[in-house]
């Protein structure tokens, strides 16, 4: 099994500045993509960012240019540098990573966060 637990969610005002964190842990022999979602009430989880195992990354465009996701490979661990935040942006956001656990098995299972409550408001 593995865990995913996120931390840095919170509550700013318009303008402002967060980053998430999400750290991965378990039997993981490797991860390839690794990505943030939200869900803001009443409406369906959407793809934020999203990063690959080299580094290739792809951005909503509702967030290109505010938001930046990285990861640190050798902690498996996820960020999100969320700037110039909008009240839009209010939502939970959940990490998600495709695991591979075993180094003769070529599957990759998909594990995801809690999530962690991004509030947006003045």
């Known amino acids: 099994q593995v865990q995913l637990v996120e931390s840095g969610g919170g509550l700013v005002q318009p303008g402002g500045s967060l980053r998430l964190s999400c750290a991965a842990s378990?039997?993981?022999?490797?991860?390839?993509?690794m990505g943030w979602y939200r869900q803001a009430p009443g409406k369906e989880r959407e793809l934020v960012a999203g990063i690959t195992s080299s580094g290739n990354t792809n951005y909503a465009d509702s967030v290109k240019g505010r938001f930046t996701i990285s990861r640190d490979n050798a902690k498996n661990t996820v960020y999100l540098q969320m700037n110039s935040l909008k009240p839009e942006d209010t939502a939970v956001y959940y990490c998600k990573a495709n695991v591979r656990h075993d180094s003769w098995s070529a599957i990759y299972y998909s594990y995801w966060g809690q999530g962690t409550q991004v509030a947006v408001s003045s």
């Open positions: 378990g039997s993981i022999f490797s991860i390839n993509t």
